[in-house]
């Protein structure tokens, strides 16, 4: 399965914009990248996917390298509710459809006020 | 909408009892999915369904682990004779379909603690 790798953890100031890497080098032409989040003591949350161009919702950005190999995550103005643990995630569809997600150890986003 | 809903929240088994953890999927969703979480790591993928189907149970972790989900629906897993090292929160998904463009839907979980 293709894997991510992604720093441990991060910190960033409340108010200010956060970029979360994800490196995926072996990711193939039909896996999406998925972002998940995790706030203490809750059920992880979807964040937002992608699988060529960039991408915005309510919540984030997703900004996927032209080759792939990598993405980043934008939180554009950070507060401390968003301090949880971010997990990026490929999903690999073998034309059945695709198994469970494959969560790595993610990166723990501190917010400082 | 009413989201994917698990329960019980918290459950205390001694070791060797038999427990049902019960999710409610999002209405409408066709696939549902289980997950372990040991304290302090990520979820682990344990097994999932395609309406009623079990299309993949290689995560389950030993054969006291089963899951159903009889009519497509509320789906439960259950543990049989629980040991220490089952004691962990139990995460439940669901999906609209199973193609890698579908996001999944968490439940809070079914923390199990086994003394």
């Known amino acids: 399965d293709a894997k991510t790798t992604q720093p441990n953890s991060m910190e960033s100031n409340e108010e200010e914009p956060v970029h979360l890497p994800c490196n995926h080098s072996?990711?193939?032409?039909?896996?999406?990248i998925h972002w998940y989040r995790q706030l203490p003591s809750q059920g992880p949350e979807y964040v937002i996917h992608?699988?060529?161009s960039n991408v915005n919702n309510r919540m984030a950005s997703l900004a996927i390298a032209e080759d792939r190999k990598s993405s980043t995550l934008i939180l554009h103005r950070a507060t401390l509710r968003d301090a949880a643990v971010y997990y990026c995630?490929?999903?690999?569809?073998?034309?059945?459809?695709?198994?469970?997600?494959?969560f790595g150890k993610g990166t723990h986003l501190i917010i400082q006020p | 909408g009413a989201g994917v809903s698990q329960s019980p929240r918290y459950k205390v088994a001694k070791r060797g009892q038999d427990v049902a953890l019960r999710c409610d999927p999002i209405s409408g969703h066709v696939s549902l999915f289980w997950y372990q979480q040991a304290l302090g790591q990520g979820p682990e993928f344990l097994t999932y369904?395609?309406?009623?189907?079990?299309?993949?149970k290689s995560g389950l972790p030993s054969d006291r682990f089963f899951a159903e989900r009889p009519e497509g629906s509320v789906s439960t897993l259950k543990i049989q004779r629980t040991q220490q090292e089952d004691s962990a929160v139990y995460l439940c998904?669901?999906?609209?379909?199973?193609?890698?463009?579908?996001?999944?839907?968490f439940g809070p979980g079914t923390r199990l603690t086994v003394t």
């Open positions: 369904f395609q309406n009623e189907a079990q299309l993949d």
């Open positions: 992608g699988l060529t």
């Open positions: 072996t990711i193939s032409g039909t896996d999406y």
């Open positions: 998904a669901s999906s609209l379909g199973l193609a890698a463009a579908y996001e999944q839907y």
């Open positions: 995630i490929l999903r690999v569809d073998s034309g059945g459809g695709a198994d469970g997600l494959t």
